[in-house]
C-alpha cells in the first residue's frame, strides 16, 4: 500500500467510529488503511520495548515488561469517547513496565532518562503524572511516558505494584461484569467503589494507614456493587479459574522459537471469562499483524471475544503484566476485602526478570535437592540470554529459594520452598 497520508487515515477511523463512509467498497477501503496504520507501529514499538530492557540493564531492581498493539473495537470506542482524530491518538502502540513501589517508578524513570540521552532513537517526548491524584474518572493511577520512534508516536505505562494490581482487579472486574469500568460503563456506584479503593492503595503505598471512614466506605459499596453486578444481564462469569497447565504449555512453546521478543495472539471470550487461545505468531510485523487482523474477524467483539497482540521476551511476564487475560482466580465474593487485596498485591514482584528465568530453567529440568546442574553450565549455556544472572541468582539465594552443593558446587532448586517457587512461576 501507498504512503499513508493523515487525512486517509483519520476519514478511516470516521469510517470505523462514526460510520461515515460513501458505501461498502469505501468502508473496505478505509478499514485496509486503519489496519495498516496500526501495523505501521508494531515495528517501532518492538525496537522501542527491546531497547528499553537493553538501557534498564544496569537498573538492578525488579520490574516486569510487555507490549501490546491496541485493539480495533478499544481504539473505536476511544475514537467515539474523546471525539479525536485516528492520528492524535498516542498509545496505538504501547510498553508496560510494572516495578515494586511507587518511589521506584520514579527512581526507574530517572534511570531510563539518563540512559536514554546515550540513545539516538529513544525520543521522550513529555509525560503525563496520574498517580497523586488519580484519574477523575475512575481513579486510575500509574506514570505516562510519550516516546516518539520513526515518526510513530508510543505511550510507556510505568505503575507500581499496587497501582497495577488495582487496574487488574478493575479489569478482572470488567470480565465479570461485562461493562468495561476503565472506559466509565456501567453503574456509577461500581466505578465509585474503585475511586475509593485507589484511594485507600494510595494511602497504604504512602505508608498510611487508611481512615475508618475510607474503610466502611468501601465496604459499603462492595456490598452493594456486588449486588449490582450479580444482577447484571451480561457475561455472568463467577466460575472461571487461572488453569496453570495451559501455563507451562505456553513456556514450553516459547522454549522452542527462540531468544528475542515474541508475538502472542491472545484469544479471550468475555461470555466465558477465558481464553480459547494463545499462539505464537511471526516476529516479523506484516505477517504479526495479518494474523492479528484474521484473527480479529474470526473472532468479533460484538459476540464477546476479546483479541490482542502483546509482545514480551518472557511469557511469564505477561502472566503478570496481563494477568486478567489468564481467567479469574476463584473466590468467594466478586470483589475483594481491602484485607485480601492488601494480600494479593504484597506478594507481587518481589524477585526480578533475571531470577524468574534462572527459576525456570531449573523447573524445567527438574532440578529439585541433590539433582543439580554446574553454575557454568547454568550461567553460560542455558541462562545465557540472563543478563543480570550474578545478582539474579544471589537474591534467589538469599530468598533461600536455591541450594549450593557442598560436593560438586552445582545449584538446585530448595524442594522446602517448592510452593513458593511453584508461585513465581
Known sequence: MAALSKSKVDKAGLALSKDKFKDEIDFIELEDVFDEYRKAHLQPLTETTLEIQRLLTGYGGPYYIAQRLKRKPQIIRKLQRLSVRLTQLQDIGGCRIIVQKNKDVDALFEYLKSESDKSASLNIIRTTDYREKGRDDTGYRALHIMLERDGRSLELQVRSRIQHYWAESIERTSVIYGYHLKEKEGDPEIIEYFKVLSDVFYEIE????????????????????????????????????????????????????????????????????????????????????????????????????????????????????????????????????????????????????????????????????????????????????????????????????????????????NIRMKPQIEQYL
Not at 497482540?309 to 503478570?320: A, C, F, K, Y
Not at 506478594?347 to 529440568?365: E, F, M, P, T
Open 206 to 413: 504512602a505508608g498510611r494507614e487508611p481512615s475508618v471512614a475510607h474503610k466502611l466506605s468501601i465496604d459499603s459499596l462492595r456490598n452493594s456493587c456486588e449486588t449490582i453486578i450479580k444482577s447484571s444481564d451480561r457475561h455472568k462469569v463467577f466460575d472461571s479459574f487461572v488453569n496453570e497447565d495451559i501455563i507451562k504449555t505456553l513456556v514450553e512453546k516459547e522454549s522452542r522459537s527462540g531468544k528475542g521478543m515474541n508475538n502472542w495472539i491472545l484469544v479471550f471470550d468475555w461470555n466465558q471469562g477465558s481464553f480459547l487461545t494463545w499462539d505464537i505468531v511471526s516476529r516479523d510485523p506484516d505477517p504479526a499483524v495479518k494474523s492479528y487482523i484474521d484473527y480479529e474477524n474470526q473472532y468479533p467483539a460484538d459476540q464477546g471475544y476479546e483479541v490482542v497482540l502483546i509482545g514480551s521476551s518472557e511469557v511469564l511476564t505477561v502472566r503478570q503484566t496481563h494477568s486478567h487475560y489468564f481467567g479469574i482466580e476463584t473466590y468467594t465474593n466478586i470483589l475483594e476485602s481491602l484485607d485480601s487485596s492488601i494480600v494479593g498485591f504484597t506478594r507481587k514482584i518481589d524477585i526480578d526478570v533475571g531470577s524468574r528465568q534462572i527459576l525456570a530453567c531449573l523447573h524445567r529440568r527438574h532440578c529439585w535437592g541433590k539433582k543439580t546442574i554446574q553454575l557454568d553450565t547454568l550461567k553460560n549455556h542455558l541462562c545465557k540470554g540472563v543478563i543480570t544472572f550474578d545478582s539474579s541468582l544471589k537474591a534467589l539465594s538469599d530468598k533461600d529459594l536455591l541450594l549450593t552443593s557442598t560436593l560438586n558446587g552445582g545449584v538446585s532448586l
